[in-house]
């Protein structure tokens, strides 16, 4: 079993950043793979990054490259996104969330474990 606990949520303009945090326990072997993903209202869930752990391998959704960081801090079996140039569009409740193995894209079949979530509210 492997539990995700997501912070750092909050609102902020349009233009700001924020950083969220999910602190991961459990059996190691079942999150090879971090993944954020993010659920706006009536939407879609959509993958937003993903890590390996123990690596530099990442992916990202096009709508967030170039403003959005991944990261991870195997002592503290944490994984951070790093969220700049923030949009009123990346309003969502974000999830982390664990697998085995990392894809080649998003597929959040694949993942097994989910935390509860975080609100990011953006205004304009």
């Known amino acids: 079993q492997v539990q995700l606990v997501e912070s750092g949520g909050g609102s902020v303009q349009a233009g700001g950043s924020l950083r969220l945090s999910c602190a991961a326990s459990?059996?190691?072997?079942?999150?090879?793979?971090m993944a954020w993903f993010r659920q706006a209202p009536g939407k879609e869930r959509e993958g937003v990054a993903q890590i390996v752990t123990g690596s530099d391998y990442t992916l990202y959704a096009d709508s967030v490259k170039g403003r959005f960081t991944i990261s991870q801090d195997n002592a503290k079996n944490t994984v951070y996104l790093h969220m700049n140039g923030l949009k009123p569009e990346d309003t969502a409740m974000y999830y982390c969330?664990?697998?085995?193995?990392?894809?080649?894209?998003?597929?959040?079949?694949?993942?097994?474990?989910w935390g509860q979530g975080t609100q990011v509210t953006v205004s304009s």
């Open positions: 969330a664990a697998a085995r193995w990392c894809f080649s894209s998003f597929n959040g079949a694949g993942f097994d474990y």
């Open positions: 459990g059996s190691t072997n079942r999150r090879n793979c």
